[in-house]
């Protein structure tokens, strides 16, 4: 099974130098080089799962890559019950956007560069999630940032969006400081970065202060790979790429790194149960400030995107509370309902020419059947109404919550699901129901072409179905799956009883509350409405976090680097380059004198010569 593992990262990063190489020449064909090796490596992964369902496992080195002291490093994998979860959602979603980017990215002259991009960050997300060490991992890691940051700026010559590409990759610079740091404080007390030498060891060998400063770290990385507070600033202005692109970095895959990175170190999350709450407490605050702005939003990508921060928020509370099998099924149920949502949007904007403008919209569930059928699907979905996929696996986070002790984490949990049952449905009606806004852009609206819907219709079944993977709650086919992973590290498991049912109940009602709301003020005509209050005018302008990332550190960072290029720059270094020029210039104006091409002055200086000598020949 190594070479199938191996064939399924080398699929995409072959499609990629096959695009990259030849893409100009190839133009339209390189859509169905890129999707054809993905797609290989679609059908791969599922014999992985297969394999691993049957009780098999994989972690082997291929090659030592470094070697310094007594620290190594190797090109290894890993397959069990975690990785190949990851793989199989990665390549699923990827395949079918691949197929919706066909008719999507028709005719846009970067096409073939478009589909390099996209092979090459699905490369790089499968080295991260297959790798066995965490420096492999880190290679991984990069690579996505640097696709995103390619995808982010696709279209380049639009300012935004090359400002959206500089932003994302210098925000998720700073966590990714935070993730090296802790690896190097593993290497420090270990003298590995390899997974099962640093889990065999880490209890015996490093003190709980040191695993709990490695644990929080790593939780810095993760903040910056899935947008949580306070590095969540980039994800939101990463909508000014592709749709495609929203969908799959952004909402269904690269963001979910952090979560999976944090599921993979359970063993240290364990160890370090301070870490354990930092990290639950910063996603419950991140899903209800994220879930607050999407309230109010009136942009489509947008509301998606800061929808996608709250959900990760709940990921994070799911491991933070040690309910790893939690955080996993909800990444996956998420992939599906918000990849189709993301899908859906683009299909919206791909009728409405780019409109994003929610206010714009309305009545399109007449000219856009599929799209508007899909994406009542995908919000029912993450309403968590059952028996959808997002009911069970958004439930089990929260009762996980509960049973954990953290009754405060569970009850603001509720909260959030009534908020995004809200702004969910606020979106369907604003776009799809009562009377068109703008008629002119509405008489222009027309269905998709099937390469953009029939992956709608797929991923819509995804919504459906894949939540029953973890039923009966706590006691699924996933947790039996993952059990090998995390088993051992399972906290706050969810256990059969009226109180579990209650529970669920109650987050349903409080779903079906926040739709009712939706369209009570969707009925009144106060759903688009524009207030004058002050909660209202800081949600529009999400909670002024980036005015005061700039007030506080753009700004003075700006500032002392004009400084330092002022004087350090301009006066030391320029004076001392300006300096040595004007000396040279000196000496050469003095060395003119002696050559003016004049007898008299040449007999001049040969007295004065002659006279000096004289005087240092007969002085005594």
């Not at 009780?55 to 291929?62: A, F, K, P, Y």
């Not at 009850?411 to 809200?422: D, K, Q, S, Y």
């Not at 350090?568 to 380059?577: E, H, N, R």
């Not at 040449?602 to 005594?620: F, Q």
């Amino acid at each position: 099974m190594l070479t199938a593992t191996i064939l399924i990262i080398l699929f995409p990063l072959a499609g990629a130098v096959i695009n990259g190489l030849l893409g100009n020449r190839l133009q339209k064909v390189s859509g169905y080089v890129g999707t054809l090796a993905v797609g290989l490596s679609w059908l791969l992964s599922l014999r992985v799962l297969l394999w691993v369902v049957g009780g098999e496992s994989l972690n082997e080195n291929i090659y030592e890559w470094i070697s310094a002291g007594n620290f190594s490093a190797s090109v290894g994998f890993q397959v069990d019950a975690l990785s190949t979860m990851m793989i199989v959602t990665v390549t699923t979603v990827s395949f079918f956007i691949h197929i919706y980017s066909f008719g999507y990215m028709h005719g846009d002259p970067g096409f073939a560069r478009f589909y390099t991009y996209l092979n090459l960050f699905v490369f790089s997300m499968l080295v991260l999630v297959l790798a066995n060490n965490y420096l492999l991992m880190f290679v991984g890691w990069e690579g996505v940032g640097l696709c995103s940051y390619l995808l982010i700026g696709f279209w380049y010559e639009r300012k935004s969006a090359s400002d959206a590409g500089k932003k994302a990759f210098i925000v998720n610079r700073i966590g990714d400081f935070g993730f090296l740091l802790g690896m190097f404080l593993l290497i420090s007390n270990l003298g590995t970065l390899q997974f099962s030498e640093v889990f065999a060891q880490a209890p015996d060998l490093i003190s709980t202060g040191t695993t709990t400063t490695i644990a929080l770290l790593f939780f810095v990385g993760a903040c910056g790979k899935s947008a949580q507070f306070p590095l969540y600033v980039w994800l939101p202005d990463a909508m000014e790429g592709p749709t495609p692109v929203s969908s799959l970095i952004h909402a269904a895959t690269m963001v979910t790194a952090g979560v999976y990175m944090v599921a993979r170190s359970n063993v240290l999350y364990t160890l370090a149960p301070t870490a354990g709450v930092v990290v639950a407490w910063v996603g419950v605050f991140t899903a209800l400030l994220a879930a607050a702005i999407a309230v109010v939003n009136t942009d489509i990508k947008r509301v998606l995107a800061y929808s996608t921060v709250s959900q990760l928020g709940y990921m994070f509370i799911a491991v933070g509370v040690g309910a790893y099998t939690a955080g996993i099924f909800h990444l996956f149920t998420h992939a599906f309902f918000k990849g189709l949502m993301f899908l859906a949007a683009g299909s919206v904007m791909h009728a409405m020419s780019d409109e994003l403008d929610m206010r714009k919209m309305g009545g399109l569930l007449s000219k856009m059947k599929i799209t508007g059928i899909t994406f009542w699907i995908g919000a029912l979905a993450i309403a968590g109404i059952p028996p959808l996929a997002g009911f069970w696996s958004k439930d089990e986070i929260l009762v996980s919550a509960y049973h954990a002790g953290h009754t405060e984490i569970w009850l603001l949990g509720v909260v959030g699901a009534a908020m995004t049952a809200f702004y969910m449905f606020r979106l369907i009606f604003m776009t799809f129901h009562g009377t068109p806004r703008d008629q002119a852009l509405h008489d222009h609206a027309h269905e998709s072409p099937s390469s953009m819907t029939v992956p709608l219709i797929a991923l819509a079944a995804g919504s459906v179905v894949v939540g029953f993977v973890g039923v009966p709650p706590g006691h699924g086919w996933i947790d039996g799956f993952l059990v090998s992973v995390v088993g051992g590290h399972q906290a706050g498991a969810v256990s059969h009883g009226l109180s579990n049912w209650a529970l669920m109940s109650i987050s349903v009602v409080v779903a079906v509350l926040g739709i009712g709301i939706a369209f009570a003020m969707f009925r009144s005509g106060r759903l688009g409405a524009v207030s004058t209050k002050t909660i209202y005018k800081t949600l529009e302008n999400k909670w002024y976090v980036d005015e005061i990332y700039n007030a506080v550190i753009v700004r003075p960072i700006h500032k002392l680097s004009h400084g330092l290029w002022t004087v350090f720059d301009t006066i030391i270094v320029d004076g001392i380059v300006n300096g040595l020029g004007y000396f040279v210039q000196g000496v050469g104006w003095i060395a003119t004198r002696f050559q003016s091409g004049r007898a008299p002055t040449y007999a001049l200086w040969m007295a004065l010569g002659v006279v000096t000598m004289l005087y240092y020949v007969t002085a005594p």
